[in-house]
């Protein structure tokens, strides 16, 4: 009779094998954990350099990126062109008044005069109210004056000679301006004419002085 075959029978796996290797993965870990903790100061090198070999660190906390702003730009308009441009209105021409000139001031005399050896001459005194200037022959027609010749006696003659040489000293003391009078013309072929200096007349000088009066349109003796 043939032997029957042992069946060949699978031996039980040992727990204590398994134990053996989960001990050692916590021994792993706890290894890990310790060399972990000793070198905590040193773990930001570390992660740098696991950086530069390729494993990038994400911060959890960074910024999202965002999108870039659009920038606007303004339209640009197209000039009109010259033709379209609005005319300006036409030019009205305005009549403007003439220039009215201002009416001429009285001439001013100054110069030398000296005293006339006859009837006319040129800047001259021939008696205490009449002179030449420039060959016009003026009398001072705001005062009257003893006359030299014909005197009637020897105080009007002296009165009418102090006169004269009075108004010579007058007329070369300075500037002085002669204006028109109401008197209208000399009959011997004078102008009558006002002299004026600092506001104030040159006949009114001589009234003050008592070698003249004023003129009251009659003459009056000055004997007596």
């Not at 050692?24 to 350099?49: C, E």
């Not at 036409?90 to 220039?99: E, H, L, N, S, T």
């Not at 007329?171 to 009959?187: E, I, K």
């Amino acid at each position: 009779m043939a032997k029957a075959k042992r069946r060949a029978r699978r031996k039980p796996q040992s727990k204590a094998g398994n134990s053996m290797w989960l001990w050692s993965i916590v021994g792993l870990a706890a290894v890990a954990g310790i060399f972990a903790y000793q070198h905590r100061r040193d773990m930001p090198s570390l992660q740098a350099y696991a950086g530069a070999i390729g494993v990038r660190h994400v911060p959890v906390d960074a910024p999202l990126p965002t999108a870039k702003p659009k920038i606007r730009t303004a339209a640009v308009v197209p000039e009109r062109p010259a033709s379209t441009l609005p005319v300006p209105p036409q030019v009205i021409p305005v009549a403007v008044p003439a220039d009215r000139r201002p009416a001429a001031a009285p001439p001013e005399a100054s110069g030398r005069f000296g005293l006339c050896g006859g009837e006319t001459g040129m800047n001259c005194v021939v008696d205490g109210n009449t002179f030449w200037q420039n060959g016009v022959k003026i009398r001072l027609a705001d005062i009257d004056v003893p006359d030299i010749e014909p005197s009637h006696c020897v105080g009007e003659r002296q009165k009418a000679t102090a006169a004269k040489l009075r108004l010579q000293a007058l007329l070369n003391d300075d500037t002085f301006v002669l204006s028109a009078s109401g008197r209208g013309d000399d009959q011997h072929g004078g102008v009558y004419r006002i002299a004026m200096r600092a506001g104030r007349s040159i006949g009114d000088r001589l009234v003050a002085e008592g070698l003249a009066r004023h003129w009251t349109g009659q003459t009056a003796s000055w004997c007596g």
